[in-house]
T-cell receptor, first 114, second 113 residues
Framework: AQSVAQPEDQVNVAEGNPLTVKCTYS??????LFWYVQYPNRGLQFLLK??????LVKGSYGFEAEFNKSQTSFHLKKPSALVSDSALYFC????????????FGSGTKLNVKP | DAGVIQSPRHEVTEMGQEVTLRCKPI?????LFWYRQTMMRGLELLIY????????DSGMPEDRFSAKMPNASFSTLKIQPSEPRDSAVYFC???????????FGQGTRLTVV
């Protein structure tokens, strides 16, 4: 079965420091991976995706993610966190062998403190 | 494009009443998903349509839940009768090809009292 795991319910980081939000996946075949962000009372917004190619993917708002096939990970990163980055972050995988469904992780709450 | 449009944004109803949530996907998208988000269960996939046909409804919790997609530009999620445990935020999302992301609506916050 396809799945996505976000091992941290919450990540706390000081403004200006680098941040990492972790994600591991389990899929059959090549993974299609995504990161989304959700601000309070809003829908999920797409940040970035990995389909193929360079393992380092750059996305919106200065975020990037590194695909690591051997570790089956797709961690979200940002070199310098902003208070406005505080939100709920979801990792997702698209299951190409099961009607192209999206599977989402449980979400990680990022708190960036001034 | 205005994005995925959901209505209403908020719905408060009494237990036992019928509730209908609506979704207009992005024009040209041929896949549509309904999700439910709660604190306890996170984001759950309820049902998935492709070309207006329900492909997988294994996530629909009970027979009280039903979803339709009569055409490419409209879908409904109905709960009849509603129960307090159905209180959640319901999201609709759409996409159009194999390797693109899904686009989400703003959600409908349902409260059943």
């Amino acid at each position: 079965a396809q799945s996505v795991a976000q091992p941290e319910d919450q990540v706390n980081v000081a403004e200006g420091n680098p941040l990492t939000v972790k994600c591991t996946y389990s899929v059959s075949g090549n993974p299609y991976l995504f990161w989304y962000v959700q601000y309070p009372n809003r829908g999920l917004q797409f940040l970035l995706k990995y389909i193929t190619g360079d393992n380092l993917v750059k996305g919106s708002y200065g975020f990037e993610a590194e695909f690591n096939k051997s570790q089956t990970s797709f961690h979200l990163k940002k070199p310098s966190a902003l208070v406005s980055d505080s939100a709920l972050y979801f990792c997702a995988v698209r299951d190409l062998y099961n009607f192209n469904k999206f599977y989402f992780g449980s979400g990680t709450k990022l708190n960036v403190k001034p | 494009d205005a994005g995925v449009i959901q209505s209403p944004r908020h719905e408060v109803t009494e237990m036992g009443q019928e509730v209908t949530l609506r979704c207009k996907p992005i024009s040209g998208h041929n896949s549509l998903f309904w999700y439910r988000q709660t604190m306890m269960r996170g984001l759950e996939l309820l049902i998935y349509f492709n070309n207006n046909v329900p492909i997988d409804d294994s996530g629909m919790p009970e027979d009280r839940f039903s979803a339709k997609m009569p055409n490419a530009s409209f879908s409904t999620l109905k709960i009849q009768p509603s129960e307090p445990r159905d209180s959640a935020v319901y999201f609709c999302a759409s996409t159009h090809s194999l390797n693109t992301e899904a686009f989400f609506g703003q959600g409908t916050r349902l409260t059943v009292v």
